[in-house]
């Protein structure tokens, strides 16, 4: 499920909020619900839509955004790790946006493009996860929103992985 406009994904619906994600670089592959590779300056990033969060996985790099049963809830603003040779820089944050349809669509806007993935939830129009990535000098970024229409919150993560010598 590649492209600009996103498609109803196949899941139970499920409420949960941004205060539930957490962040993890641990975590295993999980089951996802939607997968797309995509190579940007030689690199194979796998983007994969998880339900209502996500997985990058880019080089040494699993990046995990997720509702993690055991796990202190809530994402940090800021992390960074070296590993293999790279340099990994994390952030996050989530927006009270108080027109949500506009915000939304700005979001969609964003996703326009045929390297995107992004999937809307059951039992919600405005229940969306997409990522998008991008080259950058000596590595890669990626962008990635969560909207939680009941809520009118946008969780939005930019990540950044360059080779540690560019660093």
């Known amino acids: 499920m590649d492209g600009?406009?996103?498609?109803?994904?196949?899941?139970?619906?499920?409420?949960?909020?941004?205060?539930a994600l957490v962040f993890a670089l641990d975590e295993p592959r999980h089951d996802a619900l939607a997968v797309s590779a995509v190579v940007v300056d030689g690199l194979t990033v796998e983007l994969r839509l998880l339900?209502?969060?996500?997985?990058?996985?880019?080089?040494?790099?699993l990046e995990?955004?997720?509702?993690?049963?055991?796990?202190?809830?809530?994402?940090?603003?800021?992390?960074?790790?070296g590993l293999d040779g790279w340099r990994y820089a994390f952030t996050s944050r989530t927006l009270d946006v108080?027109?949500?349809?506009?915000?939304?669509?700005?979001?969609t806007a964003r996703l326009d493009r045929?390297?995107?993935?992004?999937?809307?939830?059951?039992?919600?129009?405005?229940?969306?996860t997409g990522i998008i990535v991008d080259p950058c000098e000596a590595g890669i970024t990626w962008r990635t929103?969560?909207?939680?229409?009941?809520?009118?919150?946008?969780?939005e993560t930019a990540s950044r992985l360059v080779r540690r010598?560019?660093?």
């Open 165 to 167: 010598e560019a660093a």
């Open 145 to 155: 929103w969560h909207t939680y229409p009941e809520a009118a919150q946008i969780v």
């Open 114 to 128: 045929p390297d995107a993935l992004s999937g809307v939830f059951p039992g919600d129009p405005g229940a969306l």
């Open 64 to 81: 995990t955004v997720a509702c993690l049963p055991g796990r202190e809830q809530g994402l940090p603003p800021h992390a960074e790790a």
């Open 51 to 61: 339900g209502a969060s996500h997985q990058v996985v880019a080089g040494p790099v």
């Open 98 to 107: 108080p027109d949500f349809p506009a915000a939304l669509a700005e979001v």
């Open 4 to 19: 600009a406009v996103p498609g109803l994904l196949e899941v139970p619906y499920r409420d949960t909020s941004a205060r």
